[in-house]
């Protein structure tokens, strides 16, 4: 929905929550006080439905909490990750194709994935089918 069609000539409170720095979301503050001026300015002859508005705000109150569980679950991935990455240093790791085998130096984390660096240098790829002993 553009902020620009709710409210014809006149700019939009930027506000922000305390997870929010630096993005363009609208908090639910700012929502309200969208939603308050859009009352204010509509056309008498013609207004809008109340159902309508009770209808956006159920949307921007779903998307908020969508947000805030993805954001949780980005946390809970990022600490399996590393707790995932702290069982393999000092254990010997064999790649899922069995060419490479060495004991776990270092792991870095990645988005996508994490990738084991043996004593000797050799990198391996931590995925399904790899060996730890």
């Avoid at 929905?1 to 720095?21: F, H, L, N, W």
């Avoid at 064999?94 to 990738?115: C, I, P």
Wanted: glycine share 8%; charged share 20%; no cysteine.
């Amino acid at each position: 929905m553009d902020v620009s069609s709710i409210v014809t000539g006149m700019s939009a409170p930027q506000q922000r929550g305390p997870t929010e720095k630096g993005s363009s979301a609208v908090s639910y503050d700012a929502f309200l006080g969208l939603l308050l001026t859009q009352l204010k300015n509509q056309d008498p002859t013609a207004p809008m439905e109340s159902t309508d508005y009770m209808a956006q705000l159920a949307s921007f109150s779903q998307v908020e909490q969508q947000t805030k569980t993805n954001g949780k679950l980005d946390a809970l991935l990022t600490s399996s990750a590393l707790s995932q990455a702290d069982t393999v240093i000092g254990r010997t790791v064999t790649s899922a194709d069995g060419k490479v085998t060495g004991e776990v130096a270092s792991v870095k984390v990645y988005s996508d994935g994490l990738v084991a660096t043996t004593v000797d240098g050799k990198e391996i790829i931590l995925s399904p089918g790899i060996t730890v002993k």
